[in-house]
């Protein structure tokens, strides 16, 4: 079983940045990469449903954002862990931060099709 571990959330003043990180519990995220399809990143600010960010496909590395964080988030990977960094923060970044991974094909955008979760980590951007 897959637990997954957000870090790298805080505090951070409108047009600053953080790194989010990711990272499969108890053994590194290529022990299992080849059934993995997108591992993507979900918000969910107070009051709201929870929303697609950002994903990549673990295999061929394609990239895809919401319009709401395209040209300031960018989503990667490496053999351990996948980011998100966050550049040019805004207030309404603010939200609890989720990340989530396949272990089939599915939308990247859809939450239902994702099998596995973090416990989200917390992203406060102050005006």
């Known amino acids: 079983q897959v637990q997954l571990v957000e870090s790298g959330g805080g505090l951070v003043q409108a047009g600053g940045s953080l790194r989010l990180s990711c990272a499969a519990s108890?053994?590194?995220?290529?022990?299992?990469?080849?059934?993995?399809?997108?591992l993507g990143w979900f918000r969910q600010a107070p009051g709201k449903e929870r929303e697609f960010a950002a994903a990549v496909s673990w295999s061929s590395g394609t990239t895809y954002y919401a319009d709401s964080v395209k040209g300031r988030f960018t989503i990667s990977r490496d053999k351990n862990t996948v980011y998100l960094q966050m550049n040019s923060l805004k207030p309404e970044d603010t939200a609890v931060y989720y990340c989530a991974a396949q272990a089939r094909a599915g939308n990247y955008r859809y939450e239902e099709s994702y099998d596995y979760w973090g416990q989200g980590t917390q992203v406060t951007v102050s005006s």
């Open positions: 108890g053994r590194t995220l290529s022990t299992v990469a080849m059934r993995w399809f997108h």
